[in-house]
């Protein structure tokens, strides 16, 4: 069975804006100040949603207690303009449609600290309806070693004419990190970032082990 993880995020957020009156209100983190508050509570709703939903990846799954995180850091957060990529490559990222495209190169970001430069490659989901949903998978130096070795997922949202927010405290991983009966986009090599990016998910460790 297929769960596309791109909607996860969406879900968790609404979660989170009922049961905590976080104001949450898109996918991408706003560009407010650092609250580690608002990640520590969306991380414990998430938790719920995995167990407690029938397609959930740990439904009636008694070792499942908590996925595993970096702490919040503030450092892993990232601002950039959007750069638009014309006629961006399509690329074939599911692995149960094998030849036919899933998704579109639509821009790149920017991310820059210190003497850190890389480059960031914007997806965009061909059942995406939304006009300022965007998807950015990413691989990076802790990958099957703190992180899941497959890499991880971005949810971002960006509004026409501004600045986009990356936030890699809410980085996740895909739910066939956790079991293989889920089918899960690929990574492109395109989005290989030279650096352990020390936020959001860890690899998952069930505590039965």
């Known amino acids: ?23 949450i209100i898109k996918l991408t983190p706003s560009l407010s100040a650092f609250n580690s508050g608002n990640i520590v509570s969306f991380r414990k709703a998430k938790n719920q949603i995995l167990s407690q939903r029938v397609d959930g990846p ?20 990232f601002r950039s303009d959007v750069y638009e990529v014309v006629d961006g490559e399509e690329l074939d990222l599911m692995p149960d449609r094998v030849g036919y495209p899933s998704h579109k190169v639509v821009s790149f970001l920017i991310l820059e600290r210190e003497t850190w430069r890389d480059t960031l490659f914007v997806l965009k989901d061909f059942e ?26 971005l949810d971002l949202t960006i509004l026409p004419g501004k600045q986009a927010v990356v936030d ?28 352990i990016i020390g936020a959001g998910e860890k690899n998952y460790i069930s505590r039965l082990k």
């Open 1 to 23: 069975m297929k769960i596309k993880s791109v909607y996860l995020f969406s879900l968790i957020a609404i979660l989170i804006i009922l049961g905590t009156f976080v104001s």
């Open 168 to 195: 890699f405290n809410y980085a996740y991983n895909p739910y066939c990190a956790y079991n293989s009966a889920f089918l899960c986009p690929k990574v492109p090599g395109m989005n290989r970032l030279s650096r």
């Open 128 to 153: 995406e309806k939304s006009d300022t949903t965007f998807f950015a998978p990413f691989l990076d130096g802790g990958n099957g070693k703190e992180s899941y070795g497959g890499g991880r997922y």
């Open 58 to 77: 740990f439904y009636k799954d008694l070792s499942f207690d908590s996925l595993q995180y970096y702490l919040p850091n503030e450092k892993e957060i």
